[in-house]
């Protein structure tokens, strides 16, 4: 079952990468290419810190996460839409990253990575969560959508109650949860553009 869940996870993650491609391919879609590509480095390392302590075969949803991510990236060039904005949570992010890599290379714990990874990935997903309420038209509400659904199965296919095999499964569900309210939260349109509708 757990297998299962994780197979049916990842591939649902995907096809929900696969979702903003398609939109940023359209024009439909400008992602900021800095939090896309940590978003791909970032569970890269925190799935092979899972594998290092011998969480299973729920690494896979994580590892799909990094993947998906990658493939908006290489999209973004592709149809020449997207930005390269470097600004401190940026840097926040990058520097969480190359500190996990290392602190996993010099402690050999894969729980520092994990959680070093956890503050990483959150600092890049800030400017997208801003971006996301302040221009959600620039978003892929879909993709969004199908993701949230992708981390349910992620967090449904572990299979041990511990810290290495939960944290990030569960700081994926919580980030792909908020992305989807702010998508997804009804708006109050100004005054002016009621009365010119009108």
Known sequence: ??????????I???????????????????????????WALVPLIAG??????????????????????????????VAGKGAWKLGPFDYACGACSLAALALW??????VTAIVLS???DAAAALPTLRK??????????????????????GILSVREATFSAYAFNAYLL??????????YWPRRRPLADTVSAE
């Open 118 to 120: 956890i503050l990483g």
């Open 48 to 77: 092979a810190a899972q594998l290092r302590s011998g969480v299973g075969i729920s690494t896979l949803v994580v590892m799909s996460v990094g993947v998906s991510p990658a493939c908006v990236v290489i999209a973004s060039f």
């Open 105 to 110: 290379a010099v402690t050999g714990d894969p």
């Open 12 to 38: 649902v993650n995907f096809a929900g990468g696969l979702s903003y491609v398609r939109a940023i391919l359209r024009g439909e879609a400008t992602p900021n290419r800095v939090t896309w590509f940590l």
């Open 1 to 10: 079952m757990h297998t299962a869940l994780a197979i049916a996870g990842s």
């Open 132 to 153: 996301a309420w302040l221009a959600p038209e620039t978003e892929d509400r879909p993709a969004y959508l199908i993701a949230l659904a992708g981390m349910i199965l």
């Open 174 to 183: 919580a980030v792909s949860a908020a992305l989807v309210l702010i998508l």
